[in-house]
């Protein structure tokens, strides 16, 4: 028996698995990391356009939003204040344990 026919009957004796699990996975990574290189491309794109838009827009903005902010900034420190109270207290409840 020569060696070629004994890689043909070796051949012939295991079958031929329908998909490799290997190759697919293989496949599968290299398609998800095209398509997130080209979601981190286009959301870096529009961050970009935003960006110069913004930097555009902003002596206007600053007129508007300044005093604004000088109005809110009570109720945003209230909201804070409350938010940290209801959290401190949440955790010192007994028979909570801490994550």
Do not use: I, Y
């Not at 959301?43 to 930097?55: D, M």
């Not at 555009?56 to 005093?67: I, N, Q, T």
């Amino acid at each position: 028996m020569t060696a070629e026919q004994r890689l043909a009957a070796f051949l012939a004796e295991a079958p031929v698995p329908a998909r490799d699990p290997a190759f697919s996975v293989a496949v599968m990574r290299r398609v998800a990391r095209r398509e997130f290189v080209l979601r981190l491309a286009t959301s870096g794109v529009f961050a970009a356009v935003a960006a110069v838009a913004l930097w555009a827009c902003a002596p206007a903005l600053s007129a508007v939003l300044e005093p604004l902010a000088r109005l809110l900034l009570p109720a945003a420190v209230l909201l804070t204040l409350t938010a940290a109270f209801v959290l401190f207290t949440a955790s010192l409840e007994p028979g909570r344990a801490r994550s």
